[in-house]
């Protein structure tokens, strides 16, 4: 199997992305409430503390603001955690973000399962399924730091809200240097012909895994990485799932309505295929080990595998 | 270009009428919408947007003009009244309120209506975008003031309070908040008896509570225009602490059937009721919309 090398984690390449962006553009401001040391926006604010504003624990109010920052022509970054910003400040983002399409960023941080032995109160599964569902919102979720930058700097050219996952441990690289990331653009992460999988943020690194598991097996994945849930490359997605005429989708989040929902919705009315979602299942999580939790959660490569090989059996 | 009118106490006394007439008619005419709240505010609207605001209804999005939310944007009507009157739109245009693809929808939306700048109705969310204007003009070296209305009822919201925490520990001086203590809600807190309802809160409460939060408070008559006024200069001459204008009204003021009446909070006069508000307001002719 494939060594891929350990990067940073994606919270830093953000802190260390929002900082350089701000040295050639200063309408960048960045609201804090109070967890930049965890989710790095400490980094921007060593580099401009002019344009980093504490706002303290109080998350509807931090998103209402960058909302009225935005309207004079700033583009606020937000950073907290993706529990506190998408069910605590759900309101706000709703009416003050997402209607009037403002230019905020928003960086969810501790996405996921893997938030650094917190527990249930902030882990959040369905946060991919929620934010995909609040129109005009876009949601990106980056799979190493070579793609956290460019998607970062790519969304900076753009105007209106995105919603960014980002987990947070150190990530493996699975993209190349010169990679180039296109807002709703899919990458071929590994070209096969038994069964199309589909996976997002940084569980792309684990479905590799899988892939590299059963490709000694003998399966042959075609293994997708889809960083933009939404606007979904539903051209490419249902290319990609053609190709093979069996999808799996998996994911770091709930099976309940997010990257395999997005995908069922798509393929069910375009191309109905036999599919297999794969993710954590309708349950809240607890706090734990990264190692641990992956195990019992079933989303280690190994489990990856399992489901992918159980999928491809029951249908040969 | 933008610029402040000069008009006198009286005059903009003027305006408030015309506004109280255009927030019934138009209430009328759409058959639905609030009323109580959008009476008692009257008086500040207009006199912010004809005496004091910096604005060009010519140009809505001139980035220098001094911004108003209106964060008890279930008083819409009034806003879009006022807004008709400066002239951001034709006031015939108040027939649309609340309709399919108005641009006057039944609470502020800012990517349809000329002169709204933050969507509200969601209670408390208007507060915090104006804070963030606030301290985003600071950020860009910009020199406007944002002044915003809340509700007392509002004030119930705790993303109000988050706000007035930040915005006093920024020293936000650029911006000034009217709250309009007409001492009902919706329904309200129940009184002595199930027909009475009382203030969500009592005697000097409210103001306390701002002064707490470490805001600059005067308390007004926000009926009294001269007063108005005179608050608002007085806002201007204020550094370093953002100001709170607790301004005592009367709900449904100016229509003596509707004040201080909780019923009056949304809903639609009768024939017999419209003619009557009329008289009351100066303009027999003016039920016939």
Known sequence: ?316 | MTQTLTYTPAELAEYARQIRVEILKAVRHAGAGHVGGPLSAADMLATLYFGVMNVDPENPADPDRDRFVLSKGHSSIALYSTLALRGYFPVDELKTFDAVNSRLQGHPDQTVTPGVDMSSGSLGLGFAGSLGIALGARAAHKDFTTYVMLGDGECNEGIVWEGAHVAARYGLDNIVALVDHNKLQQFGWTGETLDERISPYLGDQLADRWRAFDWNVIEIDGHDVPAILAALEEAKAVTGEPVAIIAHTVKGKGVSFMENRPEWHSKVPSDEQMAAAMKELGEPEGGAA
């Open chain 1, 1 to 316: 199997m494939t060594t891929r090398t350990m990067g940073k984690s994606l919270r830093v390449t953000m802190g260390e992305t929002i900082s350089e962006a701000a040295n050639t553009n200063d309408r960048i401001v960045v609201l804090d409430g109070d967890t930049g040391s965890s989710t790095r926006t400490d980094i921007f604010e060593a580099a401009h503390r002019d344009r980093f504003f504490q706002v303290g624990i109080a998350e509807m109010n931090m998103f209402g603001m960058a909302a009225g920052m935005a309207t004079v022509g700033l583009i606020p970054i937000v950073s907290t955690f993706s529990a506190f910003v998408v069910s605590r400040a759900h309101d706000a983002i709703r009416v003050l973000i997402a209607q009037p399409k403002a230019n905020v960023k928003i960086m969810a941080g501790y996405a996921g399962l893997l938030a650094g032995s917190t527990g249930k109160t902030h882990l959040l599964f369905d946060d991919v399924s929620i934010m995909r569902a609040m129109a005009y919102m876009t949601v990106i979720a980056p799979g190493d730091e070579i793609e956290t930058r460019a998607a970062i700097n790519a969304g900076l050219e753009y105007d209106g809200p995105i919603y960014y996952r980002l987990t947070r441990p150190n990530s493996p690289i699975i993209l190349p240097d010169d990679y180039e990331f296109v807002i709703g653009k899919t990458v071929t992460m590994r070209e096969g012909s038994d069964v199309t999988v589909f996976s997002t943020g940084t569980h792309t690194a684990r479905a590799l895994t899988a892939a590299e598991i059963l490709a000694d097996e003998g399966i042959d994945v075609h293994l997708v990485h889809v960083p933009t849930i939404k606007p979904l490359d539903v051209g490419e997605i249902v290319a990609a799932a053609q190709r093979t005429g069996l999808v799996v989708t998996t994911e770091e989040g709930t099976v309940v309505g997010g990257l395999g929902g997005a995908i069922a919705e798509t393929l069910s009315q375009q191309s109905p295929l036999p599919m297999k979602i794969h993710g954590i299942s309708d349950i809240f999580g607890e706090s734990g080990p990264d190692e641990a939790l992956l195990e019992k959660y079933g989303l280690a490569p190994a489990h990856v595998a399992d489901v992918i090989r159980d999928h491809v059996k029951a249908h040969e």
